[in-house]
């Protein structure tokens, strides 16, 4: 049975991880601001079972304090999945100072904490994961979401930095998803939204939370051992061409300038 902390697992992605790493007899601690809706379970909870530590990941000594009581309690940290996370839709011309700083503060802030203070222990017992939640918005330029997109990107670097730092002792990677259909999508996006970001992605829907759940077992298990620093894209083909499921445009091929235009086309 191995111990794992993910932060945000009261509901969506990491929601799903913690319930996917419980039903393979680990015991999950959910690090997250908001109380889950199910009972939790005692810090010192046997295999398959999720506890509960109220914690808002953008208080530095908050998580450390967190961090600390987890070890304390199993006696080992096997298993950090970093996913709590805000997203602020806005324009750049409208954005406030508390939009950014919240956005960077839990984002990057709250990952860079999770990490950094289970890191030690981990190098002390000789082994660990440390995992975390990009996205594609990371490595795009998609509009009305500058602070995520940067954070995200960000937290992309600090895959790789730790990577470099750590090993050979300790993995890092980071999953990096595209369309979620989580709660957070959902307050953002009407249904017609959803159905046009649909239309934009290869796969034609959003993935589950679910499938996110998976990559994130894989890459924690004894199959993934010889990767770290990398990011693990899970988009749907969002990302495969040029047009990004934000951006207006056909998918279907379209004609060189030096080919004949279809009928009817100019």
Same mark, same amino acid.
């Given at each position: 049975?191995?111990?794992?902390?993910?932060?945000?697992?009261?509901?969506?992605?990491?929601?799903?991880?913690?319930?996917?790493?419980?039903?393979?007899?680990?015991?999950?601690?959910?690090?997250?601001?908001?109380?889950?809706?199910?009972?939790?379970?005692?810090?010192?909870?046997?295999?398959?079972?999720?506890?509960?530590?109220?914690?808002?990941?953008?208080?530095?000594?908050? !998580?450390?304090? &967190?961090?600390?009581? @987890?070890?304390?309690? #199993? =006696?080992?940290?096997?298993?950090?999945?970093? /996913? %709590?996370?805000?997203?602020?839709?806005?324009?750049?011309?409208?954005?406030?100072?508390?939009?950014?700083?919240?956005?960077?503060?839990?984002?990057?802030?709250?990952?860079?904490?999770?990490?950094?203070?289970?890191?030690?222990?981990?190098?002390?017992?000789?082994?660990? !994961?440390?995992? &975390?939640?990009?996205? @594609?918005?990371?490595? #795009? =330029?998609?509009?009305?979401?500058?602070?995520? /997109? %940067?954070?995200?990107?960000?937290?992309?670097?600090?895959?790789?930095?730790?990577?470099?730092?750590?090993?050979?002792?300790?993995?890092?990677?980071?999953?990096?998803?595209?369309?979620?259909?989580?709660?957070?999508?959902?307050?953002?996006?009407?249904?017609?939204?959803?159905?046009?970001?649909?239309?934009?992605?290869?796969?034609?829907?959003?993935?589950?939370?679910?499938?996110?759940?998976?990559?994130?077992?894989?890459?924690?298990?004894?199959?993934?051992?010889?990767?770290?620093?990398?990011?693990?894209?899970?988009?749907?083909?969002?990302?495969?061409?040029?047009?990004?499921?934000?951006?207006?445009?056909?998918?279907?091929?379209?004609?060189?300038?030096?080919?004949?235009?279809?009928?009817?086309?100019?």
């Amino acid at each position: 049975m191995r111990t794992v902390i993910v932060s945000g697992a009261s509901s969506g992605i990491g929601k799903a991880t913690a319930e996917r790493f419980a039903a393979s007899g680990d015991h999950v601690v959910n690090l997250d601001v908001s109380k889950p809706g199910a009972p939790a379970a005692d810090l010192d909870g046997g295999p398959g079972t999720v506890s509960f530590l109220q914690v808002d990941v953008a208080d530095w000594q908050a !998580v450390k304090e &967190a961090v600390d009581a @987890v070890h304390a309690a #199993r =006696g080992g940290l096997d298993v950090v999945i970093a /996913n %709590a996370g805000i997203s602020i839709r806005s324009s750049v011309l409208e954005l406030t100072e508390a939009d950014v700083r919240r956005a960077v503060d839990v984002n990057l802030v709250g990952v860079l904490a999770l990490w950094r203070h289970s890191a030690p222990y981990m190098l002390a017992q000789g082994h660990g !994961v440390l995992l &975390a939640t990009a996205s @594609v918005n990371g490595s #795009r =330029g998609y509009p009305l979401y500058a602070p995520y /997109n %940067a954070t995200k990107a960000g937290v992309a670097s600090l895959c790789q930095t730790f990577a470099m730092e750590l090993s050979p002792l300790v993995r890092t990677a980071c999953v990096t998803p595209g369309a979620v259909l989580t709660p957070m999508q959902r307050a953002e996006y009407t249904d017609a939204m959803l159905d046009e970001v649909n239309e934009r992605i290869p796969a034609r829907r959003h993935a589950s939370p679910e499938e996110i759940a998976g990559v994130f077992h894989f890459l924690a298990s004894d199959q993934a051992t010889f990767v770290t620093g990398q990011e693990f894209v899970v988009d749907g083909g969002e990302t495969a061409g040029a047009t990004t499921a934000f951006f207006p445009g056909p998918l279907a091929p379209q004609p060189r300038p030096d080919q004949d235009a279809p009928e009817g086309g100019k």
